[in-house]
């Protein structure tokens, strides 16, 4: 019997747990069933899920673990990963706080990218200087250019949308990034690529990388400038469409400059109309569009995942047992 540690950090009480919104608890409750679910399905798999008293309890039969009085973020999941085969960790980049996490978790346990591509992710700019280097296109390509015509500030570290403005003038955005970065804050600024918001959801192993599916997402900008994450449309691009082999082709160069990707993975892309696809961002861990995936591609998502981890075959077979319901949110 295999035992799988699942830790999402909003639902399983971290830290932020109480400050975050009702919304955000909900993005991570929805994850971590997701997984959970299709990890249920799997013969020989004894599942532990870390949750709090904020969050909905996970698909049964999983067993629940909660931190003892006192106990840390980063002893509780050690103490965990120490008792379970694997690890499987969702959590945002924030403060380097995936990054913490993978150091809680012995050799050989964690079930995810290795160390210092997380890093590399947590810092968006580095990542796109990484990128850019490889010759694929990100947002640097256009800070020269004379028809950009706005400028977005955000955390350096962010996840989503969270503290991230658009603004019409480089000067302002000029300004705010210069507060931000006096107040203490990790931000950066680069020109907003205007076009289709979309995201690719990879399984990536050592040398290979699978574009499972491109998903559409929805964000809005406000008469302020302020940035909204409102969802994500998982696989909407039809059969057929042009646009999947050329993302396809860009989601292994990007595996190709960042080696250390492993299992599922989401690269934030805009569409540029003269240019296609730009990235914005590789997120190194389970994203939103993992929710629901399983059942529109008819396969077990976990399984494939821990076996690009583990660097067997992507579709090794697996033996699906009667479905648990999931509580995934689409």
Known sequence: MNRIFVYEYLSAGGEV??????????????????????????????????TCKQAAPPPQPARCVTPRDGESTWHFVQRQAEVHDLA?????????????????????????????????????????????????????DFEHAPDTARWVVKPDDGAGAVATHVHGRHQTARDEAAARARAGESVTLEPWVEGEALSLSLLCGVGRCELLCVNRQQI???????????????????????????????????????????????????????????????????????????RLLGRNLAADTMA??????????HTPRAPHVAHDHA
């Open 220 to 294: 809005d900008v406000d008469a302020l400038g302020l940035v909204s994450f409102r969802g994500v449309e998982s696989n909407a691009l039809p059969r057929g469409d042009a646009r999947t082999a050329v993302l396809g082709a860009l989601a292994t160069r990007v595996q190709r400059a960042v080696p250390g990707l492993r299992g599922f993975i989401g690269i934030d892309v805009v569409w540029h109309a003269q240019h296609g696809p730009v990235v914005i961002e590789v997120n190194p861990r389970v994203t939103c569009a993992y929710v629901g995936l399983s």
């Open 88 to 140: 499987w960790v969702i959590a945002p980049e924030t403060d380097g706080l995936l990054a913490k996490l993978h150091a809680c978790v012995p050799p050989g346990h964690w079930l995810g990218c290795d160390a210092a591509s997380i890093v590399l992710a947590t810092h968006k700019r580095r990542t796109l200087g990484a990128l850019a280097a490889a010759g694929i296109a990100t947002p640097l």
């Open 308 to 317: 690009a981890v583990r660097g067997d075959a992507f579709l090794a077979p």
């Open 17 to 50: 747990a109480a400050e975050a919104a009702g919304e955000l608890l909900a993005m991570g409750q929805a994850m971590r069933d997701a997984v959970v679910a299709d990890l249920l399905r799997l013969e020989n798999y004894h599942v532990t899920v870390a």
